[in-house]
């Protein structure tokens, strides 16, 4: 199978039905989509999602589709996508070219909670939250990716305190986000 098997791909909006490389039109399902590799011989693709460039943590047996919904991924986490081919004796391809995608906090599916920011030797971020309530803190350090470095269900009614260590290279910006209603 040919290096540069994989030729397209891309993240489309269901609801608008264009190729977009970082986040949705509305509050639409993503889906991860690419062109179909031309040889004969494929079986099928395997997707690969993980929180850094080729660090994947996920990988997706897709069969012969040449889509693959995105769902379940938290938003305002950033996820890194590709996608291989492989043939009928399992024989993988190379990596497609890397997508990179922050689901969007829209404010209905997932909304940011305040919370308070306090700095000495430690960071500590604490936020409320009710009951059975899932809630995931991501870092930054240039606004653009966001990596998720928290993610709790609460227990009950009350308040989360996050704490870490501080470095001397923490430059660092924070979001705690909450999937569902307050």
């Given at each position: ?38 040889e004969p011989n494929i079986a099928g693709y395997y ?57 969007r906090v829209d404010g209905v599916t997932a909304r ?20 059975g309530q899932k809630c995931w803190i991501v870092a ?43």
């Open positions: 199978m040919p290096k540069n098997s994989i030729r397209r791909l891309g993240i489309l909006s269901l609801a608008g039905g264009a190729i977009l490389f970082c986040g949705l039109w509305r509050s639409a399902a993503a889906v991860f989509q690419w062109d179909a590799n031309p997707v690969y999602l993980g929180p850094s460039s080729r660090a994947y943590t996920q990988v997706i047996d897709v069969g012969p589709e040449t889509q693959y919904p995105l769902t379940n991924l938290n938003a305002g986490a950033t996820y890194f996508i590709a996608v291989t081919a492989y043939d009928y004796n399992r024989f993988e391809s190379a990596f497609s070219e890397e997508v990179v995608y922050t689901p940011a909670l305040g919370f308070q920011l306090s700095v000495q030797t430690n960071v500590t971020l604490r936020f409320p939250v009710r009951a930054s350090e240039d606004f653009t990716s966001w990596k998720q470095i928290y993610f709790i269900e609460a227990p009950k009614t009350g308040e989360i305190e996050y704490r870490r260590p501080v470095t001397a290279s923490d430059r660092e910006f924070y979001r705690v986000i909450s999937s569902g209603t307050p």
